[in-house]
């Protein structure tokens, strides 16, 4: 899905034969899979622009179909291996959690046009996964049992920026999550003071998801104005 004439082009036969695109799901993918020591960079690059190009291309291709249309769900297919890692998936890791970031941020500028981007991170018996699990456990990955995540994820009240992991029948929901944390401020010696509050900024009482990326900042400036008027450091 990286020849953009060729997506272009489906998009348009789409479109003649139905006047509107209302779902996307980018779902197309390969593996490279080696250890980082052993990987060949051109795999990596290769990876990443089946992946994460393949992506962008397919969703720019309707970006301003559903923009017009005030309508649009897109769904990116992410993974485990991208969200908590996995031996031997460096490159397929990170492009795996680029589809996330893709996704957070098409859903924040397709909000006011009512399209909504969600990620499904599958697990299924797939010849991807040939030989990585025992044949019982292969055979309960059934890649129907996934399907059903995708339902909500495109429906009218469909959520937004929303993890669903999905596999064997079995659903739940991933989070980036940002902690509380604490002011540590600046100084020769601000590294050995964070240190010292290691456990008090990774305390994951009151973490919160993020609205947006500016959370960080605001956050991170409230404090340290905080700090400012008061003198107090956590």
């Known amino acids: 899905m990286t020849d953009e004439a060729a997506v272009a082009a489906t998009v348009q036969r789409a ?18 899979d080696r250890s980082f020591a052993k990987m060949d960079l051109a795999d990596f ?12 291309i397919c969703c720019k291709a309707v970006w301003e179909v559903m923009r017009e249309q005030k309508f649009g769900r897109i769904v990116m297919t992410t993974s485990s291996s991208g969200l ?13 959690m680029a589809l996330v970031g893709l996704m957070q941020t098409l859903a924040i500028e397709g909000a006011k046009y009512g399209i909504k981007v969600n990620c499904l991170a599958p697990t299924a018996y797939t010849r991807m996964m040939e030989g990585i699990l025992p044949q019982e456990q292969l055979d309960a990955l059934d890649p129907s049992l996934v399907s059903p ?15 669903v992991c999905a596999g064997a029948g079995h659903f739940a929901r991933a989070y980036v999550t940002l902690t509380e944390g604490c002011y540590i401020g600046g100084g020769d010696d601000a590294g050995e003071r964070l240190m010292a509050a290691w456990d008090v900024v990774s305390d994951s009482a009151g973490q919160v998801v993020p609205d947006y990326g500016f959370t960080q900042a605001e956050r991170e400036v409230a404090s340290a104005q905080r700090h400012a008027k008061s003198g107090v450091t956590a």
Do not use: C, E, F, S
Request: aromatic share 6%.
């Open 149 to 163: 995540a995708l339902l909500p994820l495109v429906v009218d009240d469909a959520p937004t920026r929303a993890v």
């Open 15 to 32: 479109m003649d034969a139905w006047g509107r695109i209302d779902i996307l799901i980018n779902n197309a993918g390969i593996l490279r």
């Open 84 to 96: 908590y890692g996995n031996i031997g998936q460096a490159n397929y890791g990170a492009a795996k």
């Open 45 to 56: 690059r290769l990876v990443l622009d089946v992946h994460l190009m393949g992506a962008a």
